[in-house]
């Protein structure tokens, strides 16, 4: 019974999700439902000391990059450099290849070490620029934006900064750079199967003579095409915030040290020292000072296209800021109960009982992503209960950890882009789009990049390479 309470409150709360409600106020109705189901009498002390909990958290360590990402991605649209490379990118490269310029930009920021929230705010101006110019239907826009910032740069390409690929390095005691050759054909697969689809499904939509679309949500301003900014200047803030995120995050460790500490006498207004562990944050504060930089240089080198819509512009920044952070806390929060529950146990031993053990590894980790909505939530779960299992069975088996690493970090970036995906609701957000318009070109990346974990399993027992 405990298993299907958890099965019923993702059931509900992705069809909640699908339908169009707001995840803030049914994602803790579906996680309080189950705790109710489960003990009745846990469902306050649960509400705050687990959701409540884990969505403040959640707000507390990431609204700031939600913040500076959606002004990052407005002064972008504000200041014509969206149009700019829209333009330049329909010249060189052709209208017809819109998805795969939309792919490309955004794997080039996420592997630069750019959230994938911030890379939804900040290309979303420019693709729907492209996509206007090139006249295809704005609802396929979040499949692009999900297979370039969501897949094969998140977590496949060796060596990419972002979070699913660090959690397992500390377990396998492996690093970033692990099993490159099966990473790299890994990657291979996805955008090659993604982009065969995203084109599929753009010339069956343009034969059908539809176009980008009407009575949109949150479209972007539109500036004017005479004298638009020159396309290296356009890009130059798009390189900075990935150089910018690079180089900090390599200088703030060696600035502050393991840890960095405010004391009472620096600032009298406060009775105890505050301490920040620097390993923790520096990430975020990497993040954070990019995107800044990025913001500065536009509205240094664009002053002019910029000041008089500014203040407008970025009253709008903030309320989507507000509206994605606090979608994806909720989704945060719901993940936490999830996981605290007797169902939820259920689960994970069911789990250990799959034999091959890549196949088991992969397995766990993208279905408990699946069950709590994120990448990196179900595979610190599924790494915390079961590292010790999968590390014996691959040793048993002779498997080396960088192997085991690649497919651990593919895996957590599979089936966590359900409905009720935090990324997901986000993209939905700020493009104005729904899950009834849209979601059906982000599952099919979903499943592609599920079936890439798959099929780089089958290389490396047909060929053992790493």
Request: net charge positive.
């Amino acid at each position: 019974m405990s298993f299907v309470i958890v099965l019923a409150a993702l059931a509900f709360l992705m069809l909640a999700a699908y339908r169009g409600y707001s995840v803030i106020l049914f994602a803790p109705i579906a996680a309080l439902a189950a705790v109710l189901l489960t003990e009745p009498a846990a469902v306050a002390p649960v509400f705050s000391g687990i959701f409540m909990e884990k969505m403040v958290g959640f707000v507390k360590l990431y609204f700031p990059v939600f913040l500076l990402g959606a002004v990052f991605g407005k002064v972008i649209e504000l200041s014509g450099f969206s149009e700019a490379i829209v333009h330049a990118a329909i010249r060189y490269i052709g209208r017809s290849r819109a998805n795969a310029v939309i792919v490309a930009v955004c794997a080039l920021l996420t592997y630069g070490g750019v959230s994938l929230f911030v890379v939804v705010f900040a290309v979303y101006p420019f693709a729907a620029e492209l996509y206007r110019q090139s006249d295809i239907p704005k609802r396929l826009m979040p499949g692009a934006i999900a297979l370039g910032a969501f897949s094969f740069t998140m977590d496949s390409l060796p060596g990419t900064p972002q979070i699913q690929n660090i959690i397992p390095t500390t377990f396998f005691k492996t690093t970033a750079w692990a099993a490159p050759a099966l990473g790299v054909i890994g990657s291979l697969f996805i955008v090659v199967v993604g982009l065969s689809y995203l084109e599929w499904r753009r010339r069956g939509a343009m034969a059908k003579g539809e176009g980008y679309g009407t009575s949109l949500v949150n479209e972007p301003e539109h500036v004017k095409t005479e004298h638009l900014p020159n396309p290296v200047l356009a890009v130059a803030p798009l390189v900075l915030v990935g150089v910018a995120n690079f180089l900090l995050t390599h200088w703030i460790p060696i600035w502050y040290g393991d840890t960095v500490t405010v004391p009472p006498e620096v600032l009298p207004g406060i009775h105890t020292p505050v301490t920040a562990t620097v390993k923790q944050v520096v990430a975020i504060w990497a993040v954070q000072g990019a995107l800044l930089a990025g913001i500065v240089l536009v509205i240094v080198t664009a002053f002019g296209r910029v000041k008089d819509r500014f203040a407008d512009g970025t009253k709008a920044a903030v309320g989507g800021a507000l509206l994605a952070s606090m979608n994806t806390a909720s989704e945060y929060g719901f993940g936490g109960v999830i996981a605290a529950l007797p169902g939820f146990i259920v689960v994970s031993d069911a789990l250990k009982s799959i034999p091959n053990p890549l196949v088991n590894a992969a397995v766990s980790v993208s279905a408990l992503a699946g069950i709590t909505g994120s990448a990196s939530g179900g595979m610190s779960i599924a790494l915390a209960a079961m590292s010790d299992l999968f590390i014996k069975s691959a040793q048993a088996a002779h498997i080396p950890m960088e192997v085991l690493h690649r497919v651990v970090a593919m895996a957590s970036g599979g089936m966590d882009t359900l409905p009720h995906n935090g990324a997901v609701i986000t993209l939905l957000a700020v493009t104005g789009l729904t899950h009834r318009q849209s979601y059906r070109d982000i599952f099919a990346v979903t499943v592609i990049k599920t079936l890439a974990v798959f099929f780089v399993i089958a290389v490396y027992y047909a060929t053992g390479i790493v």
